[in-house]
């Protein structure tokens, strides 16, 4: 597997935080059995530049902590596109650095665990899932709660 981790937002970007991005994007792909070599991007961006890309891709004009492009639809004989390393083009996950700062002071967990969690959420969106209905949510929730469980990342 393949993360490029793009820091874009002037701030630093521990390692301990890049770890906790790749335990988290592998945990979920061992977790769903997803086995085929991948590539992701991830960026890492301020709210001023996700609130943006949530207003240009998603006509929502705020900030968010987090946004999933997904480059798979899972339809039967889709061909996916690949890098030149022979790996599926899975997907962008872009997380607000700022948001996620917020979330783990709102929340009383770490900043690492905070990124692990949209990182987890993220990499189901990209694999497939979504939470526009109930069932869905409470589906695609449980199996955070046990990636992250898995990965090392407990709700502190």
């Known amino acids: 597997m393949t993360i490029w981790i793009d820091n874009r ?3 630093v ?3 301990e935080l890049e770890e906790a991005v ?3 994007a592998e945990q979920a792909l061992r977790y769903e059995s997803f086995e085929t070599p991948c590539e ?12 943006q890309i949530n207003r240009q891709f998603r006509e929502i004009d705020h900030a968010t902590d987090v946004l999933s492009f997904p ?3 899972f339809a039967e004989g889709e061909k996916p596109d690949k890098n030149e390393n022979g790996e599926i083009l899975l997907g962008d996950i872009i997380i607000s650095l700022e948001r996620a700062k917020e979330q783990a002071a709102e929340y009383g967990h770490s900043l690492r ?22 069932e869905e949510e409470a589906e695609m929730f449980r199996r955070q709660r046990e990636i992250l469980l898995l990965a090392g990342f407990p709700r502190e």
Do not use: C, Q, W
């Open 9 to 11: 937002t002037g701030e």
């Open 13 to 15: 970007f521990p390692p």
């Open 22 to 24: 790749k335990k988290a």
């Open 40 to 51: 992701i991007s991830v960026s890492i961006v301020d709210n001023a530049e996700i609130r």
């Open 71 to 73: 480059l798979l639809t």
């Open 113 to 134: 665990r905070e990124i692990a969690f949209l990182t987890a959420h993220s990499m189901l969106h990209l694999l497939g899932y979504d939470h526009m209905e109930p």
